[in-house]
Protein backbone atom coordinates (compact mmCIF):
# COMPACT_ATOMS: atom_id res chain seq x y z
CA UNK A 1 0.00 0.00 0.00
CA UNK A 2 1.35 3.70 -0.77
CA UNK A 3 0.75 6.28 1.13
CA UNK A 4 -0.29 9.63 -1.09
CA UNK A 5 -0.42 13.09 0.21
CA UNK A 6 -2.31 15.15 -2.02
CA UNK A 7 -3.95 17.86 0.11
CA UNK A 8 -2.32 19.21 3.25
CA UNK A 9 0.02 18.05 5.82
CA UNK A 10 0.22 15.77 9.07
CA UNK A 11 1.47 15.48 12.34
CA UNK A 12 4.02 13.23 12.03
CA UNK A 13 3.47 11.34 15.45
CA UNK A 14 -0.07 10.12 14.03
CA UNK A 15 1.94 8.91 10.42
CA UNK A 16 3.37 6.86 12.50
CA UNK A 17 0.82 5.69 14.78
CA UNK A 18 -1.59 5.61 11.49
CA UNK A 19 1.36 3.13 9.88
CA UNK A 20 1.63 1.05 12.96
CA UNK A 21 -2.34 0.29 12.78
CA UNK A 22 -2.14 -0.43 9.24
CA UNK A 23 0.70 -3.28 9.30
CA UNK A 24 -1.18 -4.52 12.68
CA UNK A 25 -4.08 -5.17 10.49
CA UNK A 26 -1.47 -7.15 8.07
CA UNK A 27 -0.67 -4.57 5.05
CA UNK A 28 2.24 -3.91 4.39
CA UNK A 29 3.34 -0.17 3.75
CA UNK A 30 5.75 1.33 1.53
CA UNK A 31 7.83 4.08 2.88
CA UNK A 32 6.79 7.50 2.65
CA UNK A 33 9.26 10.25 1.72
CA UNK A 34 8.25 13.24 3.86
CA UNK A 35 8.72 16.50 2.08
CA UNK A 36 8.75 20.09 3.19
CA UNK A 37 5.23 21.12 3.25
CA UNK A 38 3.86 24.38 1.60
CA UNK A 39 1.84 26.22 4.17
CA UNK A 40 -1.67 24.20 4.26
CA UNK A 41 -0.12 22.41 1.28
CA UNK A 42 1.86 19.00 1.48
CA UNK A 43 4.20 20.28 -0.97
CA UNK A 44 4.03 21.81 -4.09
CA UNK A 45 1.24 21.02 -6.70
CA UNK A 46 4.11 19.89 -8.76
CA UNK A 47 5.31 17.56 -5.87
CA UNK A 48 1.84 15.64 -5.07
CA UNK A 49 1.03 15.23 -8.73
CA UNK A 50 4.60 13.27 -9.45
CA UNK A 51 3.82 11.52 -6.20
CA UNK A 52 0.19 10.38 -6.85
CA UNK A 53 0.62 9.21 -10.62
CA UNK A 54 3.77 7.10 -9.21
CA UNK A 55 1.92 5.70 -6.97
CA UNK A 56 -0.80 4.69 -9.79
CA UNK A 57 2.33 3.48 -11.71
CA UNK A 58 3.95 1.74 -8.81
CA UNK A 59 3.44 -2.28 -9.63
CA UNK A 60 4.69 -2.74 -6.01
CA UNK A 61 1.11 -0.85 -4.86
CA UNK A 62 -1.84 -2.70 -4.74
CA UNK A 63 -3.73 0.07 -2.87
CA UNK A 64 -3.32 4.67 -2.41
CA UNK A 65 -3.84 5.60 0.82
CA UNK A 66 -4.41 8.87 1.53
CA UNK A 67 -2.05 10.46 4.55
CA UNK A 68 -5.03 12.82 5.21
CA UNK A 69 -7.34 15.73 3.72
CA UNK A 70 -7.12 19.27 4.17
CA UNK A 71 -7.27 20.60 1.22
CA UNK A 72 -5.39 20.46 -2.41
CA UNK A 73 -6.69 17.27 -4.23
CA UNK A 74 -8.05 19.74 -7.08
CA UNK A 75 -4.64 20.83 -8.26
CA UNK A 76 -3.78 17.29 -8.88
CA UNK A 77 -6.94 16.88 -11.65
CA UNK A 78 -6.44 17.69 -15.31
CA UNK A 79 -8.68 16.34 -18.21
CA UNK A 80 -6.11 15.10 -19.86
CA UNK A 81 -5.18 12.55 -17.29
CA UNK A 82 -7.98 10.02 -17.73
CA UNK A 83 -6.23 8.71 -21.25
CA UNK A 84 -3.23 8.31 -19.63
CA UNK A 85 -3.64 7.08 -15.82
CA UNK A 86 -3.10 3.10 -15.40
CA UNK A 87 -4.91 -0.11 -14.76
CA UNK A 88 -7.45 0.95 -11.74
CA UNK A 89 -6.30 0.60 -8.23
CA UNK A 90 -8.09 1.23 -4.55
CA UNK A 91 -8.13 5.03 -3.59
CA UNK A 92 -8.83 5.22 0.26
CA UNK A 93 -9.82 8.34 2.21
CA UNK A 94 -12.35 10.74 2.99
CA UNK A 95 -13.18 14.78 2.94
CA UNK A 96 -10.62 16.12 0.35
CA UNK A 97 -10.25 13.06 -1.37
CA UNK A 98 -13.93 13.15 -2.55
CA UNK A 99 -12.47 15.43 -5.42
CA UNK A 100 -10.18 12.63 -6.55
CA UNK A 101 -13.05 9.95 -5.63
CA UNK A 102 -15.46 12.05 -8.13
CA UNK A 103 -12.40 12.30 -10.51
CA UNK A 104 -11.97 8.53 -10.79
CA UNK A 105 -15.22 7.64 -11.06
CA UNK A 106 -16.87 10.11 -13.28
CA UNK A 107 -13.41 9.76 -15.54
CA UNK A 108 -13.08 6.71 -15.37
CA UNK A 109 -15.07 3.98 -13.16
CA UNK A 110 -13.13 3.37 -10.50
CA UNK A 111 -14.01 1.90 -7.47
CA UNK A 112 -13.04 3.77 -4.32
CA UNK A 113 -13.36 3.77 -0.55
CA UNK A 114 -14.46 6.71 1.52
CA UNK A 115 -13.02 5.55 5.29
CA UNK A 116 -10.02 5.95 7.25
CA UNK A 117 -6.79 7.88 6.11
CA UNK A 118 -3.22 7.12 8.00
CA UNK A 119 -3.65 10.42 9.81
CA UNK A 120 -7.31 11.00 10.36
CA UNK A 121 -8.50 7.70 11.20
CA UNK A 122 -6.05 5.01 11.89
CA UNK A 123 -4.43 6.94 14.08
CA UNK A 124 -6.93 6.81 16.46
CA UNK A 125 -7.31 3.13 16.54
CA UNK A 126 -10.17 0.85 15.91
CA UNK A 127 -13.32 1.23 17.70
CA UNK A 128 -12.31 4.41 19.30
CA UNK A 129 -13.52 8.13 19.05
CA UNK A 130 -11.99 9.50 15.75
CA UNK A 131 -11.09 6.02 15.09
CA UNK A 132 -11.91 3.62 12.46
CA UNK A 133 -14.26 0.81 12.47
CA UNK A 134 -11.95 -2.04 11.88
CA UNK A 135 -14.66 -4.47 10.22
CA UNK A 136 -15.82 -2.32 7.80
CA UNK A 137 -12.97 -1.52 6.18
CA UNK A 138 -11.50 -5.07 6.14
CA UNK A 139 -15.09 -6.14 4.38
CA UNK A 140 -15.27 -3.32 1.90
CA UNK A 141 -11.33 -3.62 0.79
CA UNK A 142 -11.06 -7.42 1.42
CA UNK A 143 -14.82 -9.13 0.16
CA UNK A 144 -14.38 -10.83 -2.86
CA UNK A 145 -18.13 -12.11 -2.44
CA UNK A 146 -21.30 -9.81 -2.50
CA UNK A 147 -24.19 -9.81 -0.13
CA UNK A 148 -22.37 -8.21 3.13
CA UNK A 149 -24.20 -5.61 5.09
CA UNK A 150 -23.29 -2.72 6.93
CA UNK A 151 -25.40 -1.25 9.67
CA UNK A 152 -25.33 2.69 9.51
CA UNK A 153 -26.14 3.23 13.01
CA UNK A 154 -27.82 6.37 12.03
CA UNK A 155 -31.48 7.19 11.86
CA UNK A 156 -34.58 6.75 9.48
CA UNK A 157 -35.80 9.84 7.91
CA UNK A 158 -37.84 8.43 5.86
CA UNK A 159 -38.64 4.74 5.13
CA UNK A 160 -37.68 2.58 2.84
CA UNK A 161 -35.66 0.34 0.24
CA UNK A 162 -34.14 1.83 -2.81
CA UNK A 163 -31.00 -0.07 -4.84
CA UNK A 164 -27.67 2.10 -6.87
CA UNK A 165 -24.96 2.87 -6.83
CA UNK A 166 -22.99 3.64 -3.48
CA UNK A 167 -21.45 7.24 -4.69
CA UNK A 168 -21.07 10.58 -2.94
CA UNK A 169 -18.66 11.60 -0.52
CA UNK A 170 -17.76 15.16 1.37
CA UNK A 171 -21.04 17.64 0.68
CA UNK A 172 -18.75 20.64 -0.13
CA UNK A 173 -16.26 18.83 -2.23
CA UNK A 174 -19.58 17.44 -4.64
CA UNK A 175 -20.64 21.19 -4.84
CA UNK A 176 -17.50 22.13 -6.01
CA UNK A 177 -17.47 19.77 -8.82
CA UNK A 178 -19.96 21.62 -10.41
CA UNK A 179 -19.00 23.37 -13.54
CA UNK A 180 -15.90 21.00 -14.13
CA UNK A 181 -15.53 18.40 -16.63
CA UNK A 182 -15.70 15.77 -14.07
CA UNK A 183 -18.88 17.14 -12.45
CA UNK A 184 -20.75 14.87 -10.52
CA UNK A 185 -23.75 12.81 -11.88
CA UNK A 186 -26.20 10.63 -8.84
CA UNK A 187 -28.28 9.68 -11.37
CA UNK A 188 -29.18 6.18 -10.44
CA UNK A 189 -26.92 6.08 -6.94
CA UNK A 190 -27.61 5.83 -3.27
CA UNK A 191 -25.89 9.14 -2.69
CA UNK A 192 -23.60 9.67 0.50
CA UNK A 193 -23.53 13.16 2.07
CA UNK A 194 -21.38 14.43 4.76
CA UNK A 195 -19.47 17.10 5.98
CA UNK A 196 -18.04 19.22 9.53
CA UNK A 197 -18.50 22.74 10.78
CA UNK A 198 -21.03 24.14 8.63
CA UNK A 199 -24.00 26.08 10.03
CA UNK A 200 -27.19 24.57 9.05
CA UNK A 201 -28.14 27.63 6.44
CA UNK A 202 -24.98 26.70 5.15
CA UNK A 203 -25.71 23.15 4.44
CA UNK A 204 -29.25 24.38 3.25
CA UNK A 205 -26.90 26.25 0.77
CA UNK A 206 -25.44 23.40 -0.54
CA UNK A 207 -27.95 21.21 -1.18
CA UNK A 208 -30.21 23.87 -2.89
CA UNK A 209 -27.45 24.54 -5.24
CA UNK A 210 -27.14 20.66 -5.29
CA UNK A 211 -30.74 20.26 -6.50
CA UNK A 212 -30.94 23.87 -8.46
CA UNK A 213 -28.02 22.20 -10.77
CA UNK A 214 -29.53 18.74 -11.32
CA UNK A 215 -26.92 16.99 -9.68
CA UNK A 216 -29.57 15.13 -7.47
CA UNK A 217 -31.82 14.29 -10.33
CA UNK A 218 -32.54 10.76 -10.40
CA UNK A 219 -31.07 9.45 -7.25
CA UNK A 220 -32.32 6.84 -5.65
CA UNK A 221 -31.57 6.71 -1.88
CA UNK A 222 -29.82 9.22 0.66
CA UNK A 223 -27.60 8.07 3.46
CA UNK A 224 -26.56 11.10 5.72
CA UNK A 225 -23.83 12.03 8.09
CA UNK A 226 -23.93 12.95 11.71
CA UNK A 227 -22.26 16.78 10.65
CA UNK A 228 -20.20 17.20 13.95
CA UNK A 229 -19.70 20.78 15.01
CA UNK A 230 -23.00 22.06 12.78
CA UNK A 231 -24.76 23.23 15.69
CA UNK A 232 -26.99 26.12 14.97
CA UNK A 233 -25.76 29.72 15.85
CA UNK A 234 -28.96 30.56 17.84
CA UNK A 235 -31.27 28.44 19.80
CA UNK A 236 -34.55 26.72 18.60
CA UNK A 237 -33.22 27.30 15.42
CA UNK A 238 -33.79 24.42 12.47
CA UNK A 239 -30.60 21.95 13.16
CA UNK A 240 -28.88 20.16 10.02
CA UNK A 241 -31.50 16.90 10.53
CA UNK A 242 -33.97 19.53 10.58
CA UNK A 243 -32.47 20.98 7.19
CA UNK A 244 -31.67 17.62 5.66
CA UNK A 245 -35.35 16.33 5.91
CA UNK A 246 -37.05 19.40 4.74
CA UNK A 247 -35.08 19.48 1.29
CA UNK A 248 -33.94 15.72 1.21
CA UNK A 249 -37.24 14.39 2.62
CA UNK A 250 -40.77 14.06 1.03
CA UNK A 251 -39.91 12.79 -2.38
CA UNK A 252 -40.66 9.03 -1.83
CA UNK A 253 -36.90 8.46 -1.79
CA UNK A 254 -35.25 6.25 1.44
CA UNK A 255 -33.08 8.39 3.63
CA UNK A 256 -30.96 7.78 6.66
CA UNK A 257 -29.13 10.17 8.50
CA UNK A 258 -26.40 10.16 11.39
CA UNK A 259 -24.56 7.46 9.94
CA UNK A 260 -20.37 7.39 11.14
CA UNK A 261 -19.21 7.77 7.84
CA UNK A 262 -16.47 10.33 7.16
CA UNK A 263 -16.32 13.65 9.58
CA UNK A 264 -17.71 11.70 12.65
CA UNK A 265 -16.25 11.57 16.22
CA UNK A 266 -17.31 7.94 16.38
CA UNK A 267 -15.55 4.76 14.74
CA UNK A 268 -15.67 5.72 11.15
CA UNK A 269 -17.00 3.46 8.45
CA UNK A 270 -15.92 2.61 5.34
CA UNK A 271 -17.87 2.86 2.35
CA UNK A 272 -16.99 1.04 -0.97
CA UNK A 273 -17.83 3.93 -3.94
CA UNK A 274 -18.46 2.57 -7.65
CA UNK A 275 -20.34 -0.45 -6.17
CA UNK A 276 -24.02 -1.43 -6.67
CA UNK A 277 -25.54 -1.26 -3.11
CA UNK A 278 -29.17 -1.46 -1.14
CA UNK A 279 -30.49 0.71 1.16
CA UNK A 280 -32.70 -0.20 3.37
CA UNK A 281 -34.12 2.97 5.64
CA UNK A 282 -35.82 1.50 8.69
CA UNK A 283 -34.50 1.56 12.35
CA UNK A 284 -30.62 2.79 12.35
CA UNK A 285 -30.74 1.87 8.19
CA UNK A 286 -28.87 -0.79 6.78
CA UNK A 287 -26.71 -0.87 3.69
CA UNK A 288 -26.33 -3.91 1.29
CA UNK A 289 -23.52 -4.43 -0.66
CA UNK A 290 -24.48 -6.43 -3.84
CA UNK A 291 -21.04 -6.64 -5.40
CA UNK A 292 -17.58 -6.87 -4.37
CA UNK A 293 -15.08 -3.82 -4.78
CA UNK A 294 -11.75 -5.68 -5.09
CA UNK A 295 -11.25 -8.83 -7.14
Known sequence: MAVVAPASPADPQKIVAGTAELLRLGFSVLPWAARESEGYFAGSAAERRKEFLGALADPGADALIALRGGYGSNYLLGSRDAETLPAAKALVGYSDLTTLQTFLWQRLGWV????????????????????????????????????????LQGECLEAGEAQGRLLGGCLTLLEATIGTPWQFNGSGAILVLEDRAMKPYQVDRVLMHLVQAGVLAGIQGIVLGDFPECAPPVAGSPTVRDVCRRILGGQGLPVVYGAPVGHTARAMLTLPLGVEARLVAEGG??????????V
Open 112 to 151: SFYGPMLAAGFDAGAGKPGGYDEASFLRATGERSSGWTLD
Open 285 to 294: GTLEILEPAV
